[in-house]
C-alpha cells in the first residue's frame, strides 16, 4: 500500500545526543515536511522540502537538521542544540498539482514520539 | 496564511451528524479551506478541502458560506470511532504551508 512511514514509532535520547527521525513515502510525492506536535497543541512546522536536495526552514528549525538526497527520503536529525526535543514529531508529503481537488493536499505519516531521558 | 477560529469543543450523539463550525474572516480569494483531524496519537487524517462551492466526499461535507468568511464541515451519521480534534486550515493552493490552530475535540457519545 501507498504510504508515509515513519521510524521508529518510540525513541528515547540521552541528554547531549543527536537522535535520527526516519521518513520514507513511496507515493511520489515532491514535497515533504516535518512538523513537532506537543501535548495538547497544534503541529508547527520544522523544515520542508519542495524538491530532492533543496530544503527550507519551517517555523521552529533551531536545533533541527534535515536532508533530502532521496525523493521518497526525509530524515529528520534532532540535535544536543534542540533544547527540549520530547514532543510528537510527524513527516507529511504531498504533490503538487494544478488540479485543485487532488494538488497539494499534504498527507501525514503516523507519527514519531521522542523523549529524553 | 489566514487565521482560523473554531470552538475548543463539541459533543455530539453517535448516529446523529456533527456539524463543526469554522471562522476564516481574513481569507482571501485564492485560499483554500483544508480539513483533517487527528485521533489521539495518531498522524493528521485528511478529511475534505474546497474554494468556494460545497464539496462532498465519502467521509463528510463541507459547506463553505457565500461569503466564503466561514464553514462547517458535517459528518453526516457520527459514529464512535469519529471522536477526534478537528482542524480548520485555510491554505494558498501550491502552498507549502499547513498553518494549525488548536481545532475542535469532538467528543462522540454513546
Known amino acids: 500500500d501507498g504510504g508515509i512511514t515513519q521510524s521508529p514509532k518510540y525513541l528515547f535520547r540521552k541528554e547531549g545526543q543527536n537522535v535520527t527521525l526516519s521518513c520514507e513515502q513511496n507515493l511520489n510525492h515532491d514535497a515533504m515536511y516535518w512538523y513537532r506536535q506537543d501535548p495538547g497543541q497544534g503541529l508547527r512546522l520544522i523544515y520542508y522540502s519542495q524538491i530532492v536536495n533543496d530544503f527550507q526552514k519551517g517555523d521552529i528549525a533551531e536545533g533541527y537538521s534535515v536532508s533530502r538526497e532521496k525523493k521518497e527520503s526525509f530524515p529528520l536529525t534532532v540535535t544536543s542544540a534542540q533544547k527540549n526535543p520530547t514532543a510528537f514529531y510527524l513527516c507529511a508529503s504531498s504533490h503538487p498539482s494544478r488540479d485543485r481537488f487532488s494538488g497539494n493536499t499534504i498527507y501525514f505519516g503516523e507519527g514519531s514520539w521522542l523523549t529524553v531521558v | 496564511d489566514a487565521k482560523t477560529t473554531q470552538p475548543t469543543s463539541m459533543d455530539c450523539a453517535e448516529g446523529r451528524a456533527a456539524n463543526l463550525p469554522c471562522n476564516h474572516s481574513?481569507?482571501?480569494?485564492?485560499?483554500?479551506v483544508y480539513w483533517y483531524r487527528q485521533i489521539h496519537s495518531q498522524g493528521p487524517q485528511y478529511i475534505i478541502h474546497?474554494?468556494?462551492n460545497n464539496e462532498t466526499n465519502e467521509m463528510a461535507s463541507l459547506i463553505i458560506t457565500e461569503d466564503r468568511k466561514s464553514s462547517t464541515l458535517i459528518l453526516p451519521h457520527a459514529t464512535l470511532r469519529d471522536t477526534a480534534v478537528y482542524y480548520c486550515i485555510v491554505k494558498v493552493q501550491g502552498a507549502q504551508k499547513l498553518v494549525f490552530g488548536q481545532g475542535t475535540r469532538l467528543t462522540i457519545n454513546p
Open positions: 474546497g474554494l468556494k
Open positions: 481574513t481569507i482571501s480569494g485564492n485560499e483554500y
